[in-house]
């Protein structure tokens, strides 16, 4: 009787002070949004969180997409991976009490050993029923420019003048909101105060309405030919490019099909412009610079007659460096088109794989620790489908050694060939045909 008295008197107080006191939690009273711009031109993906649950994951020169919570106090977070780590390390966190109706945007900048974070704020655009306009902010986020740099936003042939620049801003700055009716601009970037000194114009782009956009510069990579790209970024995440007009494209050429032979590559129909001459079997060849537009690129064998052996398309969108790939057997050739990742990253080494054999459907393409067999821990596996080139991987830095084999199986058909990378490395592995059907021919290719 007296343990059942002793908990109904406990029970009592505590229901007492819960109605006569305040409740001490804060109470919500509307939403904000939030979104992550990752600026870091050697940052891996980076995992963006809300305290330890996570809202997306932003790759360089992307923005994730805008999220929505109560307007309380949180505290974001950003985690990368390192390769051979067995968890994420945090690199960069941020505070922010929200407040109803606000958009956040928080800016990754720096490195990924030294990063920095810039918080953006403005009030949350509500478009009008039937609205006409879309909203478009400007931002610097490029290191490319060491001084302020002006921003034109017009029709097609509307030259940059002075009091016409719709920004003016420097690294890390954002433009305050601006409303244009829907239609095909084009933007211009100057240097601050001179309009005749152009940095970068795009080609003309249609944007349509009822869309909220910040269009920044970003930092070049070794995958870009430019010094500079310009993107748009939206509320639902990623990000477009805005193609510079006067930056032209490049291809190499991969030959990876035996029987089509030395070969000479025209790209026209009448072969009269050559584009590379004498390209063998497995060689790669150096980029050659290619005004952007429509290509189909023919095959004849190199003196020889002109008979056409192989053709292929491909589009070209200015500042892009492009591979194409000719592949196959005998009356059955194939091309392909790719976009190498050259960009280093500050995480890992990257390794790309690409199978380019006619004897063998599937193959399997394996590291292991120099010195060591296919017996010992395998610390790196992919399989690989003909002329089909996968992302890369990251790979811890290390000594390796690279064998392949046939799909599901251990019988070596070629290999070793030593893998030796640090962090920021790129390579990769093109397996080829050989005379001898049962053996390929493994060649590792370092990014200058």
């Not at 919500?28 to 031109?41: D, S, Y």
């Not at 091309?335 to 004897?359: E, G, H, W, Y």
Request: proline residues 5%; charged residues 15%.
């Amino acid at each position: 009787m007296k343990q059942s008295a002793v908990l109904l008197t406990l029970a009592t107080v505590l229901f007492l002070g819960a109605c006569g006191g305040e409740s001490n939690l804060p109470v919500a009273t509307g939403k904000a949004t939030i979104r992550a711009i990752n600026a870091m031109a050697a940052s891996p993906d980076v995992a963006f969180l809300i305290e330890e649950r996570n809202i997306g994951v932003v790759a360089y020169r992307t923005t994730s997409a805008a999220a929505s919570y109560d307007d309380l106090d949180y505290t974001f977070n950003f985690d990368v991976f390192y390769a051979g780590d067995t968890a994420l390390t945090r690199i960069a966190s941020q505070h922010i009490d929200f407040v109803a109706k606000q958009e956040y945007t928080l800016l990754l900048t720096g490195t990924v050993a030294s990063p920095s974070l810039t918080l953006w704020e403005w009030a949350k655009r509500e478009f009008a029923t039937g609205a006409t306009v879309f909203q478009l902010r400007f931002a610097q986020t490029s290191n490319y420019f060491a001084t302020p740099v002006d921003y034109y936003f017009a029709a097609a042939g509307v030259a940059p003048a002075i009091g016409q620049e719709v920004a003016s801003l420097s690294f890390g700055e954002i433009s305050p909101p601006r409303d244009f009716e829907a239609g095909s601009y084009v933007l211009t970037i100057t240097t601050a105060g001179d309009p005749s000194d152009i940095l970068y114009t795009s080609i003309e782009t249609p944007f349509i309405a009822l869309v909220d956009l910040i269009i920044s510069p970003f930092d070049a990579t070794a995958n870009d030919l430019a010094n500079f790209t310009v993107q748009a970024l939206g509320a639902q995440g990623g990000s477009t490019r805005l193609s510079d007009s006067n930056t032209l494209a490049s291809v190499e050429f991969l030959h990876g099909a035996m029987d089509l032979g030395t070969s000479d590559i025209y790209d026209d129909d009448t072969l009269l412009s050559q584009v590379l001459a004498n390209h063998a079997f497995t060689d790669l060849s150096g980029e050659i610079p290619i005004t952007p537009g429509d290509y189909t690129f023919h095959y004849v064998l190199a003196g020889g007659t002109a008979a056409i052996t192989l053709q292929g398309d491909m589009v070209a969108i200015p500042g892009i460096r492009y591979r194409f790939i000719a592949g196959g057997e005998n009356a059955a050739f194939v091309t392909a088109v790719s976009v190498p990742d050259r960009r280093p990253i500050d995480t890992a080494a990257k390794l790309s794989i690409l199978q380019m054999s006619n004897n063998f459907d599937a193959i399997e393409f394996f590291l292991v620790n120099q010195g060591e067999t296919l017996d010992d821990r395998i610390l790196f596996r992919q399989i690989a489908l003909p002329v089909i080139p996968a992302p890369p991987a990251n790979i811890a830095p290390g000594n390796y050694d690279a064998y392949v084999t046939k799909f599901g199986e251990r019988d070596i058909i070629a290999g070793p060939v030593n893998v030796n990378v640090v962090v920021g490395d790129v390579v990769e592995l093109m397996a080829f045909d050989t005379v001898d059907p049962a053996v390929l021919d493994l060649r590792l290719i370092v990014t200058p």
